[in-house]
């Protein structure tokens, strides 16, 4: 019998995690959680994902032509995995109520909190780094994409130069929203005075030190990430570190792009579902060697990172599965070496 996962929340990350259930054949997808009758819940709804919705609301969706499957709490009994997708800061609400109490095990999402009393789980997880130290864990952090973006270029320095390294300092140039939101942005570039990505990186990268400062930018396309690398010694060469990446999994190497929107715009034009790329992308032409420090630029897909990263989590939660029999399964289903292929062919 499969196991059973159901998808609490239903925005941006969660249509995107409900696509990767939908299409693995070796888990039940129960249905998705709906809070409020919304967009979301019409595509959800043309989707034929079945619908369950907190029990003061059932009567409000049947009215307005929502077929209800049941209650939140109903989905969540019949699970043996919850995926929590919900706005930042009802997972710690949900954990507590739900999660706990009906002794299930869940995934959260990098809103959530790793530390302090609303903490959720006591490990973020990231693929490329900690994969195999979440068999058995009953909650998990995902890792923002921010986060996860961050585990991913730095780790493959570190496994390749990292006696070598002494430090690394990243520049977060955040998008305000995203091209699907409603809310507005705003004409301003804003700065987060206490950043949590230098902490939750540190959760799973323990060995070199990394400091983080943040900024928003009016921008709806994608995050762009400024990383310096600082070496004991001489840096290594530039075709030396593009060779690091070379097969990395989910990191393309494009040379010609002009900005964020450029990628953006051509993974919409390709096809590819929601116009992710779910990808971080290098700027080779802008990547510089100076002395001992080493300087990557790198566009960070926001909105589509985390959904494979999600299923990797699914299935090491679930199925105690080896990193690479996990990595082969989610590549059939997201296609990141082809989108990686069909991003070098357009920007070189």
């Known amino acids: 019998m499969a196991f059973r996962v159901f998808l609490n929340g239903y925005g941006t990350i969660g249509r995107r995690v409900a696509y ?55 989905a ?14 009802l997972g710690y609400e949900n954990k507590i109520n739900y999660y706990l ?104 990268i323990r060995s070199h030190a990394l400091y983080v ?13 400024q990383l310096y690398v600082r070496f004991k010694h001489e840096c290594p060469s530039k075709d030396s570190i593009l060779d690091v990446f070379e097969k990395e999994w989910g990191v393309a190497l494009l040379s010609n792009a002009k900005g964020t929107a450029d990628v953006r715009k051509k993974a919409l034009e390709l096809g590819f579902p929601f116009g992710d790329t779910c990808m971080v992308h290098i700027h080779t032409d802008v990547l510089k060697v100076q002395g001992d420090i080493l300087k990557i630029t790198y566009s960070d897909d926001q909105t589509g990172i985390v959904a494979p990263e999600n299923h990797m989590l699914i299935q090491a939660m679930l199925f105690r599965r080896s ?12 296609r990141l070496n082809e989108r990686k292929k069909a991003l070098a062919s357009e920007f070189g």
């Open 101 to 204: 109490p009906l002794n299930k095990p869940a995934i959260f999402q990098g809103g959530e909190d790793r530390y302090g009393e609303h903490s959720v789980a006591d490990i973020i997880h990231n693929s490329r780094v900690n994969y195999e130290q979440v068999y058995g864990k009953r909650y998990v952090i995902q890792g923002s994409c921010n986060v996860t973006g961050l585990g991913r270029i730095m780790q493959p320095l570190i496994e390749r130069y990292g006696d070598e390294i002494v430090r690394f300092d990243a520049t977060l140039i955040r998008r305000w929203a995203d091209l699907e939101d409603k809310k507005e942005v705003k004409d301003s570039i804003e700065w987060d005075r206490d950043p949590h990505h230098q902490k939750d990186v540190a959760d799973f």
């Open 20 to 74: 990767a259930l939908a299409n693995d054949r070796d888990v039940e997808f129960i249905g998705v959680g709906k809070y409020s009758v919304d967009d979301r819940a019409k595509e959800a709804k043309d989707q034929g994902f079945k619908m369950f919705v907190p029990e003061a609301k059932i009567d409000e969706f049947k009215s307005k032509g929502y077929a209800v499957e049941g209650s939140i709490k109903d």
């Open 213 to 225: 400062d943040v900024y928003k930018v009016p921008s709806r396309m994608m995050h762009l990430h």
């Open 76 to 89: 969540i009994i019949a699970s043996d995995l919850i995926v929590d997708a919900s706005k930042d800061g």
């Open 323 to 334: 990193k690479r029999e996990a990595l082969e399964r989610t590549e059939r289903i997201f």
